[in-house]
């Protein structure tokens, strides 16, 4: 697994505080639509892209195959601006992350390769359950979107704050090489 950053995309407020709303340790409470939510988990779970591309494209999906192009307006929620920042992990917190793109981990585990990717959700809340009652702080899965795309997914009752170092969140914009790729990528505009 690499050990290099991951990326997020949220709406960001720069008064925000670390850990609420708007700011970029933001963790959402009522989880349970996500592909790898863990229902109940008082401290959730947050999923961070593998490059920067695929944040941006997490977070503009709804226009994909739009015949217009992005304006910076579709990058605004809730009167906020979405925010790209780099994730770093610390080194003794990669080995916690079970990495389900292994066929050795998928055998131990006892899984089938397509039942992580599994539109029902109760089956792949499982697959994050039984990590979770593992021991593991977290997993790595394909994306959605493309094969060479992965998302790891964070436990957060498994990993100490200072496990987590965030970066400096740089608003996002129309012209930035990131969103003009996503932008391609997802054909928008």
Known sequence: ?????????????????????????FVPGGQGRNRFDLRGSAR???????????????????YRNSPEP??????????????????????DLWPRIEDLCEPAALTELQITADRPAYRDRRLTHQIASTLHARGHAGL???????????????????????????????????AMPPVVEAARLLDIG
């Open 1 to 25: 697994m690499n050990p290099g950053p991951l990326w997020r995309v949220f709406p960001w407020d720069l008064n925000a505080a670390e850990g609420e709303r708007f700011s970029a340790s």
């Open 44 to 62: 959730g779970v947050s999923y961070l892209a593998g490059n920067e591309e695929h944040a941006v494209a997490e977070m503009i999906q709804s």
């Open 70 to 91: 992005l304006t910076n307006d579709d990058l605004t929620v809730w009167g906020h601006r979405y925010a790209l920042v780099s994730v770093r992990l610390a080194s």
């Open 140 to 174: 790595r899965w394909w994306s959605a979107f493309w094969g060479e795309w992965h998302t790891t997914v964070l436990f957060h009752d498994r990993i100490p704050a200072d496990a987590i170092t965030y970066g400096a969140p740089l608003p996002l914009d129309i």
